[in-house]
Antibody, heavy 124, light 108 residues
Framework: QLHLQESGPGLVKPSETLSLTCTVF??????????WGWIRQSPGKGLEWIAS???????YYSQSLESRVTISVDTSKNHFSLRLSSVTAADTAVYYC????????????????WGQGTLVTVSS | SYELTQPPSVSVSPGQTARITCSGD??????AYWYQQKSGQAPVLVIY???KRPSGIPERFSGSSSGTTATLTISGARVEDDGDYYC???????????FGGGTKLTVL
């Protein structure tokens, strides 16, 4: 049974870097078919895709966040991570990790399993 | 950037058919995906590639797409279908991955 678990600080100060990790249980992150992604949801708002990464390190980034985001993968620990720099109150959100199937020639692009999410608050 | 447009809210009585639309310029060329999010929970995929239903999703959920509009239909809506529904797709280049603004479905 696939299970994704987000972890990291729930409180980050403005201008600092937000760091989160998603550990994958029940599947190998080296599964060649799948990317692994981050999506966030500001309080009372909609969903926003942030970035996704393949076990090889190949990655996609949201253009609106790309300058502040780093996504990385550690296959030995079966987890992947997100770093978001220079945070402000606007980055306060529930951050979800998810398995992301991308098959460009077939037009497939879906998040099929999600973690439960973790709330990160940006405040001094 | 690219946008997907959904109505903010849809309301139906139990047993009625609920239809939620999603409009986007690239939808004639790109698949739409639909996610259900109940209060305090993570989103769940209910329709993928316009019309396909994942294992475990009830048959009352169906999807269609025509031109620049994709539609999620819930036939015989139940009280437990109450929640927020988001469409998801990409622009024609595949660079911009976006969710619609979400539609709050009330079944009451």
């Amino acid at each position: 049974q696939l299970h994704l678990q987000e972890s990291g600080p729930g409180l980050v100060k403005p201008s600092e870097t937000l760091s989160l990790t998603c550990t994958v249980f029940g599947d190998s992150i080296r599964s060649s078919a799948y990317y692994w992604g981050w999506i966030r949801q500001s309080p009372g708002k909609g969903l926003e895709w942030i970035a996704s990464i393949l076990y090889t390190g190949s990655s996609y980034y949201s253009q609106s966040l790309e300058s502040r985001v780093t996504i990385s993968v550690d296959t030995s620990k079966n987890h992947f991570s997100l770093r978001l720099s220079s945070v402000t109150a606007a980055d306060t959100a529930v951050y979800y990790c998810a398995r992301h199937l991308i098959v460009v020639p077939a037009g497939m692009d879906k998040f099929d399993f999600w973690g439960q999410g973790t709330l990160v608050t940006v405040s001094s | 950037s690219y946008e997907l447009t959904q109505p903010p809210s849809v309301s139906v009585s139990p047993g009625q058919t609920a239809r939620i639309t999603c409009s986007g310029d690239a939808l004639p060329k790109k698949y739409a995906y639909w996610y259900q999010q109940k209060s305090g929970q993570a989103p769940v995929l209910v329709i993928y590639e316009d019309t396909k239903r994942p294992s475990g999703i009830p048959e009352r959920f169906s999807g269609s797409s025509s031109g620049t509009t994709a539609t999620l239909t819930i036939s015989g809506a139940r009280v437990e279908d109450d929640g927020d529904y988001y469409c998801y797709s990409t622009d024609s280049s595949g660079i911009h991955r976006v969710f619609g603004g979400g539609t709050k479905l009330t079944v009451l």
